[in-house]
Each structure stands twice: as structure tokens, then as C-alpha cells.
């Protein structure tokens, strides 16, 4: 349990650093901290597919956020702050913190799963005939391909969809559209 | 008390991406909020003690393909472990997409300062 | 973009093949191990990078062009779709698992078991590869305009 609290205590202080530095390229290496102790958390928390996935996305998404942020002029942003916005924000965030903290009371304490409590709950059967059901001995592979495959059919097509929205905005426009007559 | 050090993971990044100006960091707060919200959900689903929902050969009874009690007893909750594992590439496309219209919008207007980017033309 | 000094050419041509058939490993034993479709994918995609990265942009392209990628692309996403009606035309309803019901049950813990997860597994690597590798390569070939800008505005 120890273990949990140090690698949190490493997640925020990247996070804090990540969100106050001047500096685009420090604030990128430090989200790749957290990328990194999200990954070591996973692994000590049991879930062997999310901590494979997680460092491998990481590393992706480093290189095209470190993309966006290199060899361009970085213009300094100036110009005076709006205070008061900034003091009504962090006022309204705080209250939203603590409301939350109010809520994660009612959930079960940290280290019993819900479906211990709930005898009925879908993942007991999901454990139970997971393997004579499906055959397969990776009891998430089973889960997200055959008893809720309709959630993967979904994330395919937000992929797709992301992707193609991401290859339409970066064409370049020839200069040959901009002049056709209208007829 | 874990739980309220991953709430206030995500409050830093709804900080960073209401607060700050510069496009770059409200992607960056963005994910933070993603990295937070994983996190919770598979801290949902863990057991004291337990072990990662893979059966391989000790947890079969022998010679049969029934699962020992022991197996049952002991594992964490297959159930998050798959909404998150989609929740992840996703995030990947969705910051694609959001860099890709950060460089346009830096090509077109020069700064990366959203209070400067106000004119409406096509 | 240019590719890197020497050094970092030879290396990575002989460790971007072994990424290669590790992410190979990953999609394949999906259903036996830890990892399945979606991580197979991002390493099949992070070895072509490691390739664009280490020996220049056009290298790379004449490897895995434009074209080819976004079929490759539609191609996953189609085995997908075809796996799943063939559920609703050979089993009762959408997406059903038909061959471990029907056709071929396997032994449980072999390579050949659990019917259709296997199949799936392959399409789902195969389009999360080519999808993240596109994104990539169009990232780097955007070179932006700034000329054509300043003169708009003056």
C-alpha cells in the first residue's frame, strides 16, 4: 500500500510542475513522467494489458505532442493577467474539489471491488464462465471481444473517425482551387 | 484516501486547461484529466491480496478445465480493465486531432495565444 | 525532416525488425496473454516511426506511402465488420461467436482455441497500426505557409 502512495505523491508533483512551467518542452518531458508512473501503477495495481498499452501510447503521443511544440517561434504570452477571472476559477475549482471528496466517501473503501459486495454484480459471471463460454484464458480479451464487443465496434469507428478528421484539416490547399471561375 | 489524490489529479488538470492561455496547455491540461480518470477507474476494481485476471495452468483444477476456488477468491475485476484498455488509444486519436488544429491555427494567425485569436473570417 | 548520424542508423535497422516481430508476438497470443489488438497495433506503429525517425521522411515513404497506409486502414476496418456478419449469417444474432459454438472448439490454452478472438484480434492490430502510423507521417509532411499568410493579411 505503500507503494500506491509514493507513486501518486511522484504523479502529482509532475503534474503541478507540468501545469506552472514557462517552458512547452519541460511541461511535455513531465507529462511523460506521468505517463510513466501511470504505467508502474497499473502494473502494481494487477492489469498486465493496461500497463503494455499505456507506456506504448505514451511513447507515441510524446512524439507528436514534442511535434507540435518544436522549432517554431515561440511567441511569449503577455499582456496583463485578468485577475479576477483567474481568482473566481480557482474559487469555483476548489469547491468542485471538495464536493467530490464528499462524494468518494460513499463508495466502498480502497481494496474490496464491488462485485464482492454485490453478489449478483456482472463481472462474477464474467470470471466464472468466461473460460467455458468463450474458451479464451485472457479473461479481458474475452470481456472486450465477445460478451461486450458492440463497445469495440464503437471505439473502432471513433478511431477512424479521429483519423481521418486529423488527415482533412492538415491538406494543403493548391493554389489552382482558389482560382476556378464560377460558372 | 487514494481515491482523493486521483480526484485531485483531475483538479489540477481542469485548472490548467480553464486557466491558462496558450493553446499547448490546455491540450496538455486535457490529458492530464484523461491520465486522472484511468487511473480511478482501475483503482475501482483491485482486491488486497489479488492477482491479474489470466487463467493459465495453476489456476485449472487437474486434469479438468474448472477454476479452483482459490482463483476465484483472489481476482480483481476483469470489468474496467476492459473499458479503460479502449479509453487509452482513444485518448491517442482525440490528441491527433487536437494538435493538428493547433498547427493550423498557428499557420493562420502566428501566435499560439488564444486572447489574440479573435477574428471571425472564413 | 533528415534522418540521424550513422551510429543511430545501424542500430535501429537491425532492432526495428525485432520490435516488428514482438508486436507480431503481442496480437497473436492475445488471448492467451496479457496485450490483445490495441497494444500489438501502437508497437507495429512505433517501429515504422523508428524507421522515419532515425533515416528521414522520405526514406520512409517510399517504404510505406500514403496510400498504401490508408488502405491498409480501411482494409482492418473492413475484416471487422465481415467477421461480425458473418456472426449474424452463420450463428443466431450480430457478432456471435461462431466458430467456438459451432465450427471449432479447440482445446482451451492452445493457440488454436476461442474461435473468433484470434481473427479479431488481427484486425484490430492491423487497423490501429496503419491508422497511427498515417497520422504520424501527415504530421511531418505539413510544412506550414507562413509567407502565403503575411501576404493575406497586408
Known amino acids: ?183 | 484516501m487514494p481515491y482523493a489524490l486521483c480526484f485531485l489529479l483531475f483538479v489540477i488538470g481542469l485548472y490548467c486547461a480553464v486557466v491558462k492561455k496558450n493553446m499547448v496547455k490546455i491540450v496538455i491540461g486535457i490529458m492530464i484529466m484523461e491520465y486522472a480518470v484511468n487511473l480511478f477507474l482501475i483503482m475501482l476494481g483491485y482486491r488486497i491480496g489479488g492477482i491479474a485476471p489470466i487463467i493459465d495452468k495453476g489456476a485449472l483444477k487437474p486434469g479438468t478445465e474448472q477454476l479452483t476456488a482459490a482463483f476465484l477468491n483472489t481476482s480483481v475485476d476483469p470489468l474496467p480493465q476492459a473499458l479503460v484498455l479502449t479509453a487509452i488509444v482513444i485518448s491517442l486519436g482525440s490528441l491527433a486531432l487536437m494538435i493538428s488544429i493547433c498547427i493550423r491555427t498557428y499557420e493562420r494567425y502566428g501566435t499560439f495565444d488564444i486572447t489574440k485569436i479573435r477574428r471571425l473570417r472564413g | 525532416m533528415k534522418g540521424m548520424t550513422i551510429i543511430v542508423k545501424t542500430i535501429s535497422s537491425w532492432v526495428k525488425v525485432l520490435i516488428f516481430l514482438f508486436g507480431i508476438y503481442i496480437i497473436l497470443f492475445g488471448h492467451l496473454t496479457p496485450g490483445g489488438g490495441f497494444a500489438g497495433g501502437v508497437i507495429l506503429a512505433s517501429s515504422y516511426v523508428l524507421l522515419m525517425l532515425a533515416f528521414g521522411r522520405e526514406f520512409a515513404e517510399k517504404n510505406l506511402s500514403l496510400p498504401v497506409a490508408s488502405k491498409l486502414d480501411c482494409a482492418g476496418a473492413f475484416a471487422f465488420a465481415v467477421i461480425a456478419i458473418l456472426g449474424l449469417v452463420l450463428g443466431g444474432s450480430f457478432f456471435v461467436n461462431f466458430l467456438y459454438q459451432k465450427y471449432l472448439p479447440g482445446q482451451a490454452l492452445n493457440l488454436i482455441s476461442a474461435g473468433t478472438i484470434p481473427l479479431l484480434n488481427i484486425a484490430i492490430g492491423l487497423k490501429v497500426a496503419a491508422s497511427l502510423f498515417l497520422v504520424i507521417l501527415t504530421l511531418s509532411i505539413f510544412k506550414p505557409d507562413i509567407s502565403a499568410n503575411k501576404k493575406e493579411q497586408n
Open chain 1, 1 to 183: 500500500m505503500a507503494v500506491f502512495y509514493i507513486l501518486l505523491l511522484f504523479i502529482l508533483i509532475a503534474a503541478i510542475i507540468a501545469v506552472e512551467t514557462e517552458n512547452l518542452l519541460g511541461a511535455v518531458i513531465c507529462i511523460g513522467a506521468i505517463g510513466f508512473g501511470a504505467s508502474l501503477m497499473f502494473l502494481f495495481l494487477r492489469a498486465p494489458d493496461i500497463a503494455i498499452t499505456q507506456i506504448v501510447v505514451e511513447v507515441l503521443g510524446l512524439i507528436i505532442l514534442i511535434r507540435a511544440c518544436i522549432s517554431r517561434e515561440l511567441t511569449f504570452i503577455s499582456g496583463p493577467r485578468e485577475f479576477f477571472g483567474v481568482v473566481v476559477s480557482v474559487v469555483i475549482i476548489f469547491a468542485i474539489f471538495l464536493a467530490g471528496v464528499k462524494v468518494l466517501e460513499t463508495l466502498p473503501a480502497f481494496g474490496t471491488p464491488i462485485f464482492a459486495e454485490a453478489p449478483e454484480a456482472a463481472s462474477q459471471t464474467y470470471i466464472e464462465e468466461g473460460l467455458e463460454k468463450t474458451g479464451a484464458a485472457n479473461l479481458v480479451a474475452s470481456v472486450i471481444l465477445d460478451f461486450r464487443a458492440y463497445d469495440t465496434l464503437g471505439e473502432v469507428t471513433v478511431l477512424f473517425t479521429s483519423i481521418i478528421g486529423a488527415t482533412v484539416i492538415l491538406r494543403k490547399k493548391t493554389k489552382k482551387l482558389l482560382e476556378e471561375p464560377d460558372i
